[in-house]
């Protein structure tokens, strides 16, 4: 029978052997991996670009580089938000399964909530990469395609906000036979200045409204009162396709950071359940909830 003395050095000595044993497995193990974190970020990167590209050919990108895009129906674009919505939940979610199953699996003594909680971060590290990654992919792209779409000035005068209400542009400068001496392409350039800062919240001002009529009549050879009709239809026409722009800019933004958002929370969950898959171990009611 054990005294109570050789009964505590005992429990002291497990106790410093258990210590020992919890610090090997911390020096073994590294708190970070980049190898799976990598691994899923590419998976998630990868299937988010054809889940993005596929949707787009379906109808359901949330960005276009035609200016009637933004004459879309609020269902078509509630729609595709939602899919960016769902392409983001599956991808990240992928990424971060493949990222927490890929980690080397911790000693069985180590407490199951650090062991969750660092599969987690696998998950949102390669979230974060796969949204980098995929944010410069789809940036090069539509910088690209807007290239090709706008093509390049025709003048140096030319405003960045033309192709915007170019169609607004082409009918108020409309006509059978213009002056020798207009130059559209500078007069083009002036009058998509003044009516984008007719958009704003000021207006246009009287001085600038009877400018661009006398532009509008000097080089269509237009009456003075069908420049007028001219000019106040363009008003009108080129504050609403601002309007509808900026409305599309908006929407696009709010779905970008939702799906965002809503992308590590899925990488967090995913790389937590790739890793209880890994250790095999049943997650708790409250988690499957």
């Known amino acids: 029978m054990l005294t109570p003395g050789e009964a505590a050095r005992r429990v002291e000595a497990a106790r410093l052997t258990d210590e020992i044993v919890v610090e090997s497995v911390e020096i073994r193990t590294p708190f970070l991996q980049w190898g799976p974190i990598i691994a899923g970020a590419l998976v998630a990167a990868a299937l988010s670009l054809v889940l993005i590209t596929f949707g787009s050919a379906i109808g359901f990108g949330v960005l276009s580089s035609s200016p009637t895009w933004r004459d879309?129906?609020?269902?078509?674009?509630?729609?595709?938000?939602?899919?960016?919505?769902?392409?983001?939940?599956?991808?990240?979610?992928?990424?971060?399964?493949?990222?927490?199953?890929?980690?080397?699996?911790?000693?069985?003594?180590?407490?199951?909530?650090?062991?969750?909680?660092?599969?987690?971060?696998?998950?949102?590290?390669?979230?974060?990469?796969?949204?980098?990654?995929?944010?410069?992919?789809?940036?090069?792209?539509?910088?690209?395609?807007?290239?090709?779409?706008?093509?390049?000035?025709?003048?140096?005068?030319?405003?960045?906000?033309?192709?915007?209400?170019?169609?607004?542009?082409?009918?108020?400068?409309?006509?059978?036979?213009?002056?020798?001496?207009?130059?559209?392409?500078?007069?083009?350039?002036?009058?998509?200045?003044?009516?984008?800062?007719?958009?704003?919240?000021?207006?246009?001002?009287?001085?600038?409204?009877?400018?661009?009529?006398?532009?509008?009549?000097?080089?269509?050879?237009?009456?003075?009162?069908?420049?007028?009709?001219?000019?106040?239809?363009?008003?009108?026409?080129?504050?609403t396709a601002v309007h509808k722009a900026r409305r599309s800019a908006v929407i696009l933004g709010f779905c970008t950071a939702a799906s965002l958002l809503a992308g590590a929370v899925a990488a967090w969950y995913g790389a937590c359940s790739g890793g209880r898959h890994r250790d095999e171990v049943a997650p708790p009611l409250s988690w499957r909830w």
């Open 72 to 239: 879309a129906s609020p269902a078509l674009t509630v729609a595709s938000g939602s899919y960016l919505l769902l392409t983001a939940l599956v991808s990240f979610g992928l990424g971060g399964y493949v990222a927490g199953r890929l980690r080397e699996r911790w000693h069985p003594t180590a407490h199951s909530n650090v062991v969750e909680f660092r599969d987690g971060v696998h998950g949102v590290l390669s979230w974060a990469i796969a949204a980098v990654v995929s944010g410069l992919v789809i940036a090069a792209s539509v910088a690209g395609v807007a290239s090709k779409v706008v093509g390049p000035a025709t003048s140096p005068s030319a405003t960045t906000g033309e192709p915007l209400i170019a169609y607004e542009l082409d009918r108020l400068f409309r006509g059978d036979r213009h002056p020798p001496q207009a130059d559209l392409n500078y007069s083009r350039a002036e009058a998509g200045r003044i009516l984008l800062a007719a958009s704003g919240r000021q207006g246009i001002t009287p001085e600038d409204r009877a400018y661009l009529v006398r532009i509008v009549a000097a080089d269509t050879g237009a009456a003075p009162p069908d420049a007028e009709r001219r000019v106040d239809t363009a008003i009108t026409a080129a504050t």
